[in-house]
Each structure stands twice: as structure tokens, then as C-alpha cells.
């Protein structure tokens, strides 16, 4: 079957051509282009934060500061991954068993949502940034996002604010 086949283009040498550049050679600089480009909305999200009006000690602490409490609060260790997009996508790829799962699938939105307010609150309102408050903050509202999608789970909301390492115990168990 396979020498009957048509030849595709008969004369010419079979080679590897990567499509993401002009060049069609493989970069390290291509293929990080090629995958925030692809990335679509993870790629939008660390211009959101990062290119707008709010003053760059914003940026920087209403961000890194936020997302590192909540992962040590979580049990999970990291490194700074340098942009939002790369934390989403390795956010993405963290493993869990099912039930933690939903908890960290929540967290991302929590955090960015909460920035978001926080902004607002800042721009529209004159308060001042409280970063403990909203860490605090950013916690009860996991907590509770995750409590109305599972009214039947057993832990409170200040279990899991306060308590998170056990309620994790339970889930994984």
C-alpha cells in the first residue's frame, strides 16, 4: 500500500522547517513568541497588570506580594515566574487530586478579582491598599466561592481561611 502511494513532491529532500518563524529555524526566542502569542488571554492578563495607570509599587506588590502569600498559604512552593501569563500556565499545569482541585482552580480568579477591586476601591473611592486586608480578603472569598459550589462539604469558611493544611489533609484522604 505504502509504494503505491504518490510520491508529494517528487525530487525534493524531506526537512524540518519550524513554521512560528520567518526564518523557519528554531529558536528559543521563537518558540517563547509563538507560545505567548498562543496563549491569547494568559498574554492579555500581564498587560493588564502591568501596562496601565496604577502606579508601578501597584503593580509590583498588589501582585507578587498577593499571588506569593496565597501560594505559601496554599503549601505550595514556587519560584517568581517573571509574568502572569507563565504563573497562569503553571498554575494550569499544577496537579491535584479532584476535590483540591476545584480549591485551586478558584484561587486565579479570587486573586485577579480582587486586584481588580482593590483597584477600583483606590481609583473611585480614595481608600488606601491594605495588603494584609486583602490577602485576608482574597482567602474568605476562596472560601466562600468554593463553599456555594459544594454546599454540602463539611469545613466552614473560617476552616478553610484558618485551617486550610487540614481541610487538604481531609480532601486528599
Not at 155 to 167: E, M, R
Request: proline share 3%; hydrophobic share 50%.
Amino acid at each position: 500500500m505504502l509504494q503505491s502511494a504518490p510520491a508529494l513532491r517528487e525530487g525534493v529532500l524531506d526537512g524540518l522547517r519550524w513554521n512560528a518563524d520567518k526564518s523557519g529555524v528554531f529558536t528559543v526566542a521563537s518558540a517563547y513568541k509563538w507560545n505567548e502569542v498562543s496563549s491569547g488571554v494568559f498574554a492579555k492578563l500581564g498587560a493588564f497588570i502591568w501596562k496601565n495607570v496604577a502606579p508601578p509599587k501597584m503593580q509590583f506588590f498588589g501582585c507578587w506580594r498577593i499571588w506569593s502569600n496565597v501560594i505559601n498559604w496554599w503549601g505550595v512552593s514556587w519560584m517568581l515566574s517573571g509574568s502572569v501569563s507563565r504563573l497562569l500556565q503553571w498554575w494550569d499545569g499544577y496537579s491535584f487530586n479532584k476535590k483540591e482541585k476545584v480549591i485551586w482552580k478558584i484561587i486565579p480568579l479570587a486573586v485577579l478579582w480582587s486586584i481588580w477591586r482593590q483597584r477600583n476601591e483606590l481609583i473611585f473611592s480614595g481608600t488606601h491598599v491594605d495588603l494584609e486586608r486583602l490577602r485576608e480578603l482574597i482567602k474568605i472569598r476562596i472560601a466562600l466561592w468554593f463553599r456555594a459550589s459544594n454546599p454540602s462539604f463539611c469545613y466552614s469558611v473560617t476552616d478553610i481561611v484558618h485551617k486550610l493544611q487540614q481541610v487538604k489533609f481531609c480532601l486528599m484522604s
